[in-house]
């Protein structure tokens, strides 16, 4: 037979109230599993955990990158980037605004002696102007010199070749000629006048930039320069085989396509240092071409 009265209920041995009557005990929850000692877990809010920082690892006694290196490592390589960034400006410089070139003859005596080495303005005759008086190297595609001896060459020619093409070493090839422009085109240019003196235009000129060791030779030419030419002579007028010595050949003009540029300074040796000039005042009152 039942028994009428309730049974007590038995105490639940994790200390849980009981629940009432007719309703089901809701599950509880599992719990989380052990973290794995090796591997970090994050769990809900939790922040990740960071890699230590660099300062913390130079404290730690770990050396960075940059420490690694050893002092005359990081010399060498300061000098090789800067030998790299002198060769690139001095490239830019020659290529683009200056070059150096070597006398080898003494056509322009006094104004440049042999072995002077002296910078040309490449931005002659463009985008600035020429003129009369200017000091100009310019390529002999006329013929005026003798064909050039094929050179020996050694076991560093390849280094001197290197640096003349950078621009750190003069051209010291034989294929250039130095004069001095006397008559742009347009100009009339006539040798000599009753005084012996040079005339442009019928105007007769003092050119006190000629050698004053030697009296020139009287030389008779009467030319028209033409477009796009320019007529040269050198400065030691006896011993200059300029325009004068080649009407043969072009009438003896040069091109100005065949100019490198207006010489402007000399550069070596040392006690030579010196702007050079175009004698403005020897062609003032020369009036402009017809």
């Known amino acids: 037979m039942p028994e009428n009265h309730a ?5 639940r041995r994790d200390g849980a109230a009981d629940e009432p009557a007719g309703q089901s005990p809701e599950p509880a929850a599992a719990p989380e599993p052990a973290a794995d000692t090796g591997t970090e877990v994050a769990h809900g809010n939790a922040e990740p955990a960071q890699a230590p920082s660099r300062s913390a690892a130079k404290a730690a006694g770990k050396p960075s990158g940059k420490d690694s290196g050893s002092p005359v490592f990081a010399w060498l390589k300061e000098v090789a980037t800067v030998v790299v960034i002198a060769v ?3 490239f830019l410089i020659k290529t683009f605004l200056f070059r150096a070139f070597f006398i080898p003859s003494e056509s322009m005596v006094n104004t440049l002696d042999i072995d002077d080495r002296i910078f040309v303005n490449l931005l002659v005759p463009e985008p600035f102007a020429l ?3 200017d000091v100009v190297v310019f390529r002999d595609t006329k013929g005026w010199l003798p064909p050039a001896a094929p050179e020996a060459k050694g076991p560093f020619t390849w ?3 290197g640096l003349t093409f950078v621009g750190l070493l003069p051209d010291n090839t034989d294929q250039h ?3 001095r422009v006397i008559g742009l085109p347009g100009d009339h240019v006539v040798c000599c006048d009753a005084g012996g003196k040079l005339t442009i235009n019928g105007t007769a000129v003092n ?9 020139p030779q009287v030389r008779n030419f009467d030319v028209t320069v033409p477009e796009g030419k320019v007529w040269v002579m050198g400065d030691n007028r006896n011993h200059s085989a300029d325009s004068r ?8 003009f040069i091109d100005l396509s065949d100019l490198e540029g207006k010489a402007a300074v000399i550069a070596w040796p040392l006690n030579r240092i010196t702007t050079l000039g175009n004698y403005p005042e020897v062609f003032r009152d020369v ?4």
Do not use: C, F, W
């Open 7 to 11: 049974r007590t209920p038995e105490p």
């Open 88 to 90: 690139v400006l001095s």
């Open 131 to 133: 003129t009369r008086g």
């Open 159 to 161: 280094v001197q070749d």
């Open 177 to 179: 000629l130095v004069k």
């Open 207 to 215: 050119e006190a930039y000629i050698n004053p060791a030697e009296v």
């Open 245 to 252: 010595s080649h009407m043969e050949s072009d009438g003896g």
């Open 287 to 290: 009036p402009a071409a017809p």
